[in-house]
């Protein structure tokens, strides 16, 4: 297992992230996973001993009961509190009432205090804003994350599923006051889903900050057992009435077809290619694989030991490129000549 540095903090994550929306799985989650108390401590304790330290929850995910299950496993396996750190999101709704939802200071302290209690422990490593709030201005929700780290709740924060403009004010707001600035972008990101290339990820660059992919699997879609003109296994969660997140199929059945026979070379599976090419990506810190079973968990950690090479890297690179799109043509256009050739 590698490890990366969290954006530019010093803190190490390992290269693989274990995502939890599997557990429990009730409401809107029940077609992701329904992983019981017993199955969520045998996925934990597997995910430690093959070295991960990095694991991503939210306070949504069926409620509360995905970070429930997730502080009593790690109770139950015993690993000192050091030795793992925690991601878990906040925004969205968890009541009825009109403020049990969104980015405000009063729905953020709320929110901290009932997922420390679900997590069983005194602090939150990384706090993520779970996306945007159109009614909340950036200020408010950056001074009471801020206020949170002051208080030691949390260690660092981070955000998800927002714009590259959305990303650049907040960091701007943070430098203005001297607030804790977001760490890390948790956003999708897959070889058949490559939009964050156009703006996220040169912003990213720019300002030194980890990136942490979710589904990197496109729900499934990249993991071999889908075909184009037949549906995947009973048990899928595209098969399960989940058809998230929304994909360019025929594009992505072109990827999966160029994955096969480097699948079969290096003899992994289609789902093994999808992430070893992620882990490839220099921007990538850290790819979030959620799993129902040990099996699952198992082909997802050995993509660390997956080394593809110049002609697969080439190969995937070619099939799965963008689209030009506007600026971006006309930055390679004028660039010609300016930006010296790479050594």
Not at 25 to 32: D, S
Not at 287 to 300: M, R, S, Y
Not at 317 to 335: A, C, H, N, T
């Amino acid at each position: 297992m590698k490890y990366n540095m969290m954006g530019r903090t010093g803190l190490y994550v390992s290269e693989l992230c274990l995502g939890t929306m599997t557990f429990a799985g009730t409401g809107m989650f029940k077609n992701v996973g329904q992983v019981d108390q017993e199955g969520a401590t045998k996925l934990v304790k597997q995910a430690l001993d093959s070295g991960i330290n990095f694991i991503d929850t939210a306070d949504v995910y069926s409620q509360g009961e995905s970070e429930r299950y997730l502080g009593q496993a790690l109770k139950n396996v015993g690993v000192p509190r050091h030795d793992v750190v925690i991601a878990t999101k906040v925004r969205g709704r968890m009541g009825p009432g009109p403020n049990n939802i969104g980015l405000t200071r009063g729905h953020i302290m709320d929110a901290v205090e009932d997922s420390l209690k679900r997590l069983q422990t005194d602090h939150i490593d990384l706090y993520q804003i779970h996306g945007y709030d159109a009614v909340t201005p950036f200020d408010e929700t950056m001074a009471a994350l801020d206020n949170l780290v002051k208080r030691g709740l949390v260690r660092y924060i981070g955000c998800s599923n927002l714009a590259a403009w959305q990303i650049e004010k907040t960091l701007g707001l943070s430098a203005l006051h001297g607030w804790a600035r977001f760490e890390t972008v948790q956003a999708f990101y897959t070889i058949a889903s490559r939009d964050l290339e156009r703006e996220i990820l040169p912003m990213m660059d720019a300002e030194q900050m980890g990136l942490m992919v979710w589904s990197p699997l496109a729900g499934g879609l990249l993991s071999g057992k889908f075909e184009r003109d037949r549906a995947g296994p009973n048990n899928a969660r595209r098969s399960a009435g989940f058809d998230f997140p929304p994909m360019d199929k025929n594009r992505t059945f072109d990827i999966v077809d160029a994955m096969r026979p480097i699948a079969a070379k290096h003899n992994v599976s289609v789902a093994r290619v999808a992430l070893g090419w992620l882990l490839s990506r220099k921007n990538v810190m850290s790819v979030i694989v959620g799993a129902k079973t040990e099996e699952q968990l198992a082909d997802n950690i050995g993509a660390t030991a997956l080394k593809l090479d110049a002609a697969d890297l080439a190969t995937l690179d070619e099939v799965s490129k963008l689209r030009p799109e506007y600026p971006i043509w006309m930055f390679e256009r004028q660039g010609a000549g300016r930006v010296p050739e790479p050594k």
